[in-house]
Structures are given as structure tokens and as C-alpha cells.
């Protein structure tokens, strides 16, 4: 079975925020160091960047309204811890430890992603959907519950009755829906809000890309500051990454649904 929640979700709007910010690091440099953490709900977003870049209050609120509507922004931005930044200085070595699984996807777990894009394309509201087996269970805000029976007669849809969703009726944080970006590849590293030299994004997107190649499921691990993970070096695995997220349109782009 597979849960996934839409880009208006909550927590993806944290996630997206988050990516966004990446994206504002990647263009005032070729290769920043930044880590973002988002927590937004009930009027106020706040916002914690670590960062070798120059990125300012006034452009993180422009970010968070453009994504998420009027709100009061809070921003703390900070260095990058000099530590960290010393083990990246004379070129891309494994930003931090960590495990990582790729498995392939499942047809169930494509389908469901399928059905999830058609959904939002037509209600771009909150919205979560799980399919187990042939059990399909459909939530989503601000929608027409009618037409979504019709459309989907052997699903479960919105058993509560019609509701209206998104950050003024719940909270989101960055990284809470890892299962909905990742499937069964989700481990304990979260995708969103850094840059490439962290493994959590390159050798997670490595690992998965490898298991769809393969359909094999692949097992690493990682210590800081290696030079090498699966046979490769890491500046190797740090490239193939920066592909991904490029066909994508952008760390913004691949918060919106994660890896599927």
C-alpha cells in the first residue's frame, strides 16, 4: 500500500518553501552549502537557513507569500557551521553519514502517483490519497465530492464529508512526508531544503535512480567526509543529482511530489 499527499499539503508547502530557498542558494552560487528548516501554519511561517550564501529576510517573505499566501514571515539565517565547511573546501566529499535504500517502485505505487497528479490538476487544493491494493481512499479539500465519485466509483471519498484544507487548518514541517516522496526507499535522511554536497539528496536520489535502472534494491551507507559511496566518487553521485533536480526545473520542482 501507498500514501501520497499533493503539493498543497501542508507539510509539501513547507518542503517547496524550503526547495525554493535551495534555489535562491544555487543561483547567487554555483555550488552553495545550505540547510533549510520550514515549519508554517495558522498565519506564520517560520524559516531557519544555514548557508554560505548571501540570501536575505525581504527574499524568503517574497518566497514564502508567492507560495503560501499573505502570512507573517519569521527568518533566522545563519553561517554554515565552520566545521562543515572545512570538510567541503577542497571539493565534494560525503556531506554527512548516513544509510540509504533504493527499491523499486511498484505499480500500485505508480498508479497511485498517476491518480494523485490527475486529482490536483483538476483541484490544486490539499489533498492525500492512499492505495492498498485495490482499496482506493481519496481526501481532498475544496473539491466536488460528486464528481469525484463519479469520476473514481470504486474509491472511498472523503468519508467525513467535504472540507477545506491547507496551512490555516493544519501545520506543515519540512521532511514529514518522506513516505509520500519516496515509497519504500525512505530511510531516516530527508530530501528537501539542502543542497547537493548533502548525501540525504544525492545518494538518495542515486540509490533510487539505480533501483528503477536495475529493478534491484540497492543498500548503502556513508560516512562523513567520504570520498567514495558505491564505487563512486562522490562528486560523481553529487553530478547525477544536479541532472535530476535540473530536469525537474529546480529543488522547488522536486518538493512538489519528492522522487515518484
Known amino acids: ?8 499539503h501542508p507539510d509539501k508547502v513547507a518542503d517547496r518553501i524550503a526547495g525554493a530557498i535551495v ?3 544555487y543561483k547567487a552560487e554555483k555550488d552553495p552549502k545550505i540547510a533549510v528548516e520550514v515549519m ?4 506564520v511561517c517560520y524559516v531557519i537557513v544555514e548557508t554560505s550564501a548571501d540570501i536575505f529576510a525581504e527574499q524568503i517573505k517574497r518566497i514564502v507569500h508567492r507560495i503560501a499566501g499573505s502570512m507573517a514571515v519569521i527568518s533566522d539565517i545563519k553561517p554554515q557551521d565552520a566545521h562543515l565547511a572545512k570538510n567541503q573546501a577542497a571539493g565534494f566529499r560525503c556531506g554527512d553519514n548516513g544509510i540509504f535504500r533504493g527499491v523499486p517502485l511498484t505499480k500500485e505505487e505508480q498508479k ?20 492498498d491494493g485495490e482499496k482506493l481512499i481519496i481526501c481532498q479539500s475544496n473539491a466536488n465530492t460528486t464528481d469525484l465519485k ?7 471519498v472523503n468519508p467525513l464529508g467535504d472540507w477545506t484544507g491547507g496551512t ?20 531516516g535522511g530527508g530530501l528537501h531544503g539542502k543542497d547537493l554536497s548533502k548525501a540525504d539528496v544525492s545518494v538518495n536520489i542515486h540509490a533510487f535512480l539505480k533501483a528503477q535502472r536495475t529493478g534491484i534494491p540497492v543498500e548503502l551507507s556513508c560516512a562523513i567526509g567520504d570520498e567514495m ?3 563512486l566518487l ?19 520542482k522536486f518538493a512538489e511530489w519528492g522522487l515518484f
Open 1 to 8: 500500500m501507498i500514501e501520497k499527499v499533493n503539493p498543497s
Open 23 to 25: 534555489d535562491l542558494a
Open 40 to 43: 508554517i501554519g495558522h498565519g
Open 112 to 131: 497511485l502517483s498517476q491518480i494523485a497528479r490527475e486529482i490536483y490538476a483538476k483541484y490544486a487544493s490539499d489533498g492525500k490519497y492512499i492505495l
Open 150 to 156: 463519479n469520476t473514481y466509483p470504486e474509491a472511498t
Open 168 to 187: 490555516d487548518v493544519d501545520t506543515g514541517a519540512t521532511n514529514r512526508k518522506l513516505g509520500s516522496d519516496m515509497a519504500e526507499s525512505v530511510t
Open 229 to 231: 559511496v558505491d564505487g
Open 234 to 252: 562522490f562528486s560523481e553521485i553529487v553530478e547525477e543529482a544536479r541532472q535530476y533536480i535540473d530536469s525537474l526545473g529546480g529543488f522547488e
